[in-house]
Each structure stands twice: as C-alpha cells, then as structure tokens.
C-alpha cells in the first residue's frame, strides 16, 4: 500500500496523560499535513511541514501540541497534557508539490484520539 | 477568513443523479475540491477543479464552477448504494497551503 498511513489508529488515554501520533507519508512527497476533525465537522488545519521545515501552524495549535518532521519523511504529533476537549479525529495528508505541480493533498485514515 | 458551507443532508433514490452544493466566501481561492469520507475512513480526493475552470467531467462526476456566484456543485450521474458518504467542499489558494473545509454534505440513498 502506498498511501498516507498513521499509527495508531486509535487512542484511548486519561486526561491529563501525553500522546504521541505517527503518519507516513506518501514516498516523495514532500508536504506533510495535519488536520484535526471533530464530530460533525469538517477537517481543520492543524500546521504543515515542507520537507523538514514547520511553515505554517494554526492558532488551533496550542502550546501543549507539537509536531517534527526530523528528516522530511514521516512525522509525529505530540499532545502534552491531553484535555477532553482534544478529543477528536487527527488527519495526516501528504502532496508533492514542485513549480508546474498542484498541491493535491492525500489524506491517511486518521487517528482517533478519545480523551477519558 | 474564508468560510466554506454546504447544506448537512441530501437523500436521492438509488439510480437518479445527486447535486451537492457549495458557496465559499473569497473570491481568491485557487483550487476547489470534492473529497469523499466513508464511515470510519479518512477523506478519499473525488476530484478537484482549477479557479479558471467552469465545468470538469470525470466519468459519474461533474463539477460545475460559477466564480461570480462563488458556487461549486458536484453531480454524480446515477447514484449507487456504493455513494453514501459524507462530501466535502473544499478550497485552497496559491498564497497558502492549508485546505479550509466545508462542514460536509451526508448522502444517503432510498432503494
């Protein structure tokens, strides 16, 4: 299978407790996305990553949420200190994106993160 | 910022077409997409439409662009059981990367 996976696929942990999220990207793509989507709604932008470089991340992104991308392959997404309300579905998407490109973005199966 | 909306539910008979609106809010947007998410799965890309487009046809789907409205449908010709899923609209910009989504459109379909 070559598309965007994630691990795991899903987390149930106690408030208050650390997690720690891993997407693969599709090989080659250089652009690395996450999205978090609660109930009902459509996906947000969390941040994303060119190669190993963080360009851009959400006002969603609290200071206890960090994401790498160490060496422009897969990447990880930390919640420190997990609230009830982060409970929601976290989407990786990954798209290559060069001069004559469009940034199509793929999308995993998503982690589902149940805060107790 | 932009704002991406479409109505929650749509019920179509197995067989006839479905049509899924959109309106978006900025007239920038550069790249509209269809995205399919099934229960359970992530979001599956359906097809996308460039801004200097009005109509792109692939195979059951058709996506109609009217920028002065700033309205996005998609058809999708004789609709199977195999088509229930939430669709969403979505919109990008060439000065930005993030993908602003819409709320989704639950389809589901009578026999």
């Known amino acids: 299978d070559t598309g965007v996976s994630q691990d795991p696929r899903h987390k149930i942990t106690k408030r208050g407790q650390n997690v720690t999220f891993r997407c693969d990207p599709i090989s080659e793509h250089n652009r690395l996305y996450w999205y978090r989507q609660t109930l009902g709604q459509g996906p947000e932008f969390l941040t994303y990553?060119?190669?190993?470089?963080?360009?851009?991340k959400s006002r969603l992104l609290s200071d206890r949420f960090s994401a790498e991308r160490p060496k422009g392959s897969f990447s990880t997404l930390e919640i420190q200190r997990t609230e009830q309300g982060d409970s929601a579905m976290y989407l990786c998407?990954?798209?290559?994106?060069?001069?004559?490109?469009?940034?199509?973005?793929?999308f995993g199966p998503g982690t589902r993160l149940t805060v107790l | 910022g932009e704002d991406v909306e479409q109505s929650l539910f749509l019920s179509v008979r197995e067989g006839d077409s479905s049509v899924i609106n959109c309106t978006y809010t900025?007239?920038?947007?550069?790249?509209l997409y269809w995205y399919k998410q099934e229960p359970g799965a992530g979001l599956q890309l359906l097809t996308y439409?460039?801004?200097?487009?009005d109509m792109k046809q692939d195979q059951r789907l058709t996506v109609l662009l009217n920028k002065k409205d700033k309205h996005l449908s998609l058809r999708i010709a004789d609709t199977q059981t195999g088509d229930s899923a939430i669709y969403f609209c979505a919109v990008s910009y060439s000065s930005a990367s993030k993908i602003i989504f819409g709320s989704g459109t639950r389809l589901s379909i009578r026999p």
């Open positions: 998407a990954s798209s290559f994106v060069n001069l004559i490109s469009t940034d199509t973005q793929y």
């Open positions: 900025d007239s920038s947007s550069t790249y």
């Open positions: 990553f060119q190669n190993e470089a963080q360009l851009e």
């Open positions: 439409i460039f801004s200097n487009m």
